[in-house]
């Protein structure tokens, strides 16, 4: 027996359980034992019946995801799982915790399944790029039906025990889990109950129902490459026979997990975990309780920062410097409750509990008890300093003052306070209730409790959390400028805003520079070139005029119904502008440049490599603690596709030797603002990319 998996007996009741901590994955040692176990639970004639659980937090979690793609080793899954399903003696899973893809798998493999009430099933592998490839999609649908298995699968949903026993997944949910399970599995010998195999019960479907699910989900599904294998294996449960439906998906299993796109969801799943990894500030590290939140500022970005609080049952208290200013704000967060409340997202019920939670004022004084605040105002370095310098004084010791800036300089802010330990950076993505990503800024200054807490209650809100260091843009906006002026260089070269918009929507992205542009509003760019204009680096090309030219006619984008683009009334379709293709194309001629075609290959190149480019840059300067932190940052913030893993592992996956060397062609003829980043050669040089960066 391996040391992973351990037989004992209560009574005639055999009782396995997987020992790998931390999430009982299904490693070769754990397959190695199950199957050993297995055998010696059913040569054992004392044995009438086994059980099976997971020790420590949580039953099987799923294949052991590390072992993709290295060489096959251990018991193969499929043979454990058919002993387990032939075998002569009743088997029943007993599930608490997460029984998660292959974990699920070996569950449905047993003749019944028992679950504690705080238990979580699903097949999640889709967000690995994966099919559930040891027999889940066949065997879910006959369990479930074909819709709802659909639906399961595609979307790798957790269902709660409860809810899994009403759709036939579980068949008994009671609160002790191992003392509940050989109960169970002792009335289930009693009464000599059937030795039952899910593969032999029948699996129909509408004829019409997968060319109609493949339509409707089509720009869901869009550039991955699992759901739409997921569809066809869950197809195959109802038109071949058991065997051939396992073989078919066997088939598609493997090449999912040889897609370049699982390869790359499996490095998202494991950015998204060490993200939180912080060397310098450990897990132990104490976190203050968040108990209320001040917000100041209830514009469109301080109210959608709010309700992720609210969301998630902290009160928040909104301060304005008018009572008309509150009013808008507080009338926008309800109009956007009331919105979700309509589409059937939220009760009345619970929209009222989170209104409830708000309170507002227009004197600093009241805020002075809440234990965090964060500034949400224009972005002004004099303002946020007034502010903070005012916090100062009113705010209790130990509150954490946080701005949610865009691109000014925390340590900067943080200067107007006595208290720079107590001061961080939290940036929000608009719209701030709906974006998973939160840039944490840490100042040179910010405690490592500061730092802990800021991270903690971001992800407590359901953000992803990511430190970063404090420069201008930060991380995620720094690298956006260069692409979206590498968008605008292109227009001067020749392309056309639908042309370079199209190029990267095919990529993968949810929209283009352009559309985002307008989606955006043009003005603040605009404002901030123009307010930079002073510190304009002398030696690089100067790349604002079409915006500059656009904006001058008062075209700001979707706000002002047009921009890049015209916009009928309330449709946001963009509709291409002759005159500013006009403006596009005198910009060329002032500036003496031919304009030229460009294939989708070549502006996908010019627009996303500065991404890589600057990325190497922000690396060597540590202002993102690993590659795979900017991956999760473009991937949550920026509509980055996962099935790309972000664009420091796709630059890996083209190899950095071939992007440096477009990097420097573009160097040789565009200039400056293309200068390959050190790290970049270096890297080239020694024969690594980023990934190698990550181990170290
Ligand atoms: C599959 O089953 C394929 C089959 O259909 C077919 C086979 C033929 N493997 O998330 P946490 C690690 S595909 C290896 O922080 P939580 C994780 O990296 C699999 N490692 O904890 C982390 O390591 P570290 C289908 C795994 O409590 C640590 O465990 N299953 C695996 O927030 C703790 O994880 C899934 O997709 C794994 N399967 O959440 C489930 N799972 O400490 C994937 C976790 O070094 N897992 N680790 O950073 C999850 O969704 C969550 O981890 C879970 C726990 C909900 C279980």
Known sequence: MSDAVDFTKQGAIGVITVNSPPVNALSAAVRDGLGAAFDKGQADPDVKAMVLLGGGRTFIAGADIREFGQPPKGKPFHEVLLAMENSTKLIVAAIHGTALGGGLETALCCH????????????????????????????????????????????????????????????????????????????????????????????????????????????????????????????????????????????LFMECVTSPESAAQRHVFFAEREVAKIPDVPKDTPMKDIKKVAMIGAGTMGGGIAMNFANAGIPVIMLEVTQENLDKGMGIIQRNYQNTVNKGGLSQAKMDQRMALFSSTTDL??????????????????????????????MKPGAILASNTSTLSIDEIASATKRPESVIGMHFFSPANVMRLLEVVRGAKSSPETIATAMGIGRKVGKISV????????????????????????????????????????????????????????????????????DRPTNEEYGGTIPDRICELGRFGQKTAGGYYDYKEGDRTPIPNPEVQGIIEQVSKEKNIARREFSEEDIVKRCLYPLINIGAQILAEGMAMRPSDIDIIYINGYGFPAYRGGPMAWADAIGLENVLADIKRFHAEFGERWRPAPLLEKLVAEGKNFASLQAA
């Open 365 to 394: 004084a009241d805020i002075g008890d809440a234990d965090l605040v964060i500034e949400a105002v224009f972005e002004k370095m004099e303002l946020k300093k007034e502010i903070f310098a005012k916090l100062d004084g009113v």
């Open 112 to 251: 019944y399944r028992f679950a504690v009430p705080a238990a979580l099933v699903g097949l999640p592998e889709v967000k690995l790029g994966l099919l559930p490839g040891a027999g889940g999609t066949q065997r879910l649908p006959r369990l479930v039906g074909a819709e709802k298995a659909l639906d399961l699968i595609t979307s790798g949903a957790f269902v709660p025990a409860p809810q899994a026993k009403e759709m036939g997944i579980v068949d008994e949910v009671g609160d002790d889990l191992l003392a509940g399970a050989v109960a169970f599995a002792e009335t289930l010998v009693a009464e000599n109950a059937p030795l039952r195999k899910i593969r032999d019960i029948p699996c129909e479907a509408d004829a019409g129902l997968f060319d109609t699910y493949r339509k409707a989900n089509a720009r869901k599904f869009r550039g991955f490459l699992a759901p739409w294998k997921c569809i066809d294996c869950v197809e195959a449960a109802t038109t071949l026979s058991f065997d051939e439906g396992i073989a078919r998906e066997r088939a």
């Open 467 to 534: 430190l970063v260091g404090n420069c201008f843009g930060f991380v995620g906006n720094r690298m956006l400028h260069g692409y979206t002026g590498e968008g605008t260089f292109l227009l001067e070269n020749g392309a056309l805003p639908q042309q370079v918009d199209k190029a990267i929507f095919d990529f993968g992205l949810p929209m283009g520079p352009f559309a985002m542009g307008d989606m955006a509003g043009l003005d603040v760019g605009w404002l901030v070139r123009k307010a930079r204009a002073a």
